[in-house]
């Protein structure tokens, strides 16, 4: 009987650490970094006297129910955390520094191919400052001092002797208004037709927080 009993009570500790490692093993699961999901998402921003503001969460631009913003709105703008990037023309903002009152920031990814860019860097974001943007399309251009991320300033130029728009390759981490993650490229200022004014960009968003970026 002793043995019968001694059987029992080794058995019964033995499923008690089996149902142990189980939990675990499924807390650890729980803890891994969610996958991103790459995304593409395009935008015509050839009105110079507007920003659009952009939402990685929402995959979109928001605003009071229009996706057009006017730049008479900076100020309200700047308070709001619910918008991670800014278009106008060509020009980048984040929401950090003068721009906005964000956690946000830029900087260049070490790697200019996009799948390879795994980890976002927790330090070394540049956040928004004073830059001069393009206000209308006449020639000469005329300009005029707002605001914007230098990281990305020169992504997109126009080749006058060729006659053709040039797009550096490179893979941007932007740190998000709550201080999340996503890496961008910015791929294109060309429709489907090659007009000009319509950005394009992929992106991966990690929405847990974590800086895994695969």
């Known amino acids: 009987m002793k043995n019968m009993k001694d059987k ?6 033995l499923m008690i650490v ?6 675990v093993s499924c807390s650890d699961d729980d803890d891994d970094p969610q996958p991103t999901e790459s ?8 009105d110079y006297t507007k920003w659009y503001y952009f939402s990685f969460e929402e995959n979109d631009t928001i605003g009071s129910g229009s996706a057009n913003p006017t730049d008479s709105d900076d100020a309200s703008w700047k308070k709001r955390t619910d918008w991670d990037l800014a278009f106008h ?6 929401n950090s520094g003068v721009s906005g009152n964000g956690d946000g920031g830029m900087l260049e ?3 200019v191919k996009f799948d390879s860019v795994l980890v976002a860097p927790t330090t070394g ?39 053709a728009w040039v797009f550096v390759k490179k893979v941007f981490i932007v740190k998000t208004a709550d201080g999340k993650y996503a890496k961008i490229w910015l791929k ?9 004014g319509t950005i394009t960009m992929q992106y991966a968003y990690q ?8």
């Not at 995304?39 to 050839?46: A, D, E, P, R």
């Not at 294109?188 to 000009?196: A, C, G, R, V």
């Open 188 to 196: 294109s200022f060309l429709d489907d037709e090659d007009n000009s």
């Open 18 to 23: 089996l149902f142990s490692g189980f939990i």
């Open 89 to 94: 023309y060509k020009d980048v903002r984040t």
């Open 8 to 13: 029992k009570s080794l058995l019964i500790v």
């Open 207 to 214: 929405s847990d927080g974590s800086t895994s970026l695969e």
């Open 109 to 111: 990814a070490s790697s």
């Open 39 to 46: 995304k593409t998402f395009s935008l015509y921003t050839k």
């Open 125 to 163: 974001y540049t956040v928004d400052d004073s830059l001069d943007i393009r206000l209308t399309s006449a020639m000469p251009p005329v300009y005029t001092t707002s605001t914007a991320n230098s990281v990305c300033d020169d992504w997109a130029s126009y080749n006058h002797s060729e006659g």
